[in-house]
């Protein structure tokens, strides 16, 4: 069964920093494209960044500088460092994964990621 588990999120003030960690179960982890997404409400969720199979890296234009995406094929792991955080950050943060565009995809069951002012 695939699962896609996140961690690490929680609560963090402005300029504060939070990374991100998602392990995957039931895919093989390194020949998929491994991305992480939020969403806040009423809002669609939108693509944070991503990082392909060979570990080229792609980024929302709002996050480039402050947010890096990295994997660790080893350790079936995909993590997003956050730094500079800002309240616009705030939101349900998804692992996503797959392995092409034909292929199936996998979410993550979303983790809360908050930062105050």
């Known amino acids: 069964q695939v699962q896609l588990v996140e961690s690490g999120g929680g609560l963090v003030q402005a300029g504060g920093s939070l990374t991100l960690s998602c392990e995957a179960f039931?895919?093989?982890?390194?020949?998929?494209?491994m991305s992480w997404y939020r969403q806040t409400p009423g809002k669609q969720r939108e693509l944070v960044a991503s990082i392909s199979s060979s570990g080229t890296t792609t980024y929302l234009e709002s996050v480039k500088g402050r947010f890096s995406i990295s994997r660790d094929n080893p350790k079936n792991t995909v993590s997003l460092q956050m730094s500079s955080l800002k309240p616009d950050d705030t939101a349900v943060y998804y692992c996503?994964?797959?392995?092409?565009?034909?292929?199936?995809?996998?979410w993550g069951q979303g983790i809360q990621v908050t930062v105050s002012s």
């Open positions: 996503y994964g797959r392995r092409h565009r034909f292929a199936m995809a996998y």
């Open positions: 039931g895919i093989v982890f390194s020949a998929h494209a």
